[in-house]
């Protein structure tokens, strides 16, 4: 078993979806993960998403969708929410090669900083194959390849290690260019986009540092 991470966005730039190009537009919500997504047997899409922000903002955008079904928020700081909507033409294909080329997604999917979606693959290399031939013939998405390898079933367990929060914090870092040579970003960019000072950025990102490392030397 492999898995490839690919980084996905529209051909030509905006949206996927009008309903997911609102909510992305919106200063008032921060749309963080996708923990599930199908399309459904009668050709409409349920999704289960992770979000922050006016939850007030998102039931307004929801409400006046005009492809929104249903939909359901629980929590409060990190709230959850599952809607079923009707998909575009390029997500319903997008769906439709996801489930016929037998890939198994990774959870959740991520939004970059650049508002891309990342997406951890698994399967076999002759399927990745298949996908990377039919993604080339779409013309409405672009990808790119991040990483690819074997896939260690603990392969998640540095995760499992820290908090979301310092998680959140430093998917952000690795995003703005924190960790790259030469820095592309400093604490003070990190915290404008996590919403949080930079002393409290640098100590999620140590404390980070300081359970990953002693995990990799034991």
Known sequence: MRYLTMSIEPSGGGAFHPLGGKLTDDPA??????????????????????????????????????????????????WMAVSQFEPTEPVR????????SFLVVDTPIR????????????????????????????EYVSVEILETGEYEADGSSFTRLITSRQEEVLETAVDLGYYSEPRRASLEDVSEVVGITPGTVGEHLRKVEERVFGEMVR
């Open 29 to 78: 919500i921060e749309r963080r993960a996708i923990h599930y997504v199908e399309l459904l047997a009668d050709e409409t899409v349920l999704l289960f998403a992770e979000a922050s922000g006016s939850q007030e903002r998102y039931r307004r955008i929801m409400e006046e969708s005009p492809h929104v079904i249903s939909y359901l928020i629980a929590g409060t700081d990190r």
């Open 93 to 100: 294909r997008a769906l439709e090669l996801q489930r016929d």
């Open 111 to 138: 939004f970059t900083s650049e508002d891309r979606l990342k997406v951890t693959y698994l399967g076999t290399h002759e399927t990745f194959k298949s996908l990377y031939a039919r993604v080339e013939e779409a």
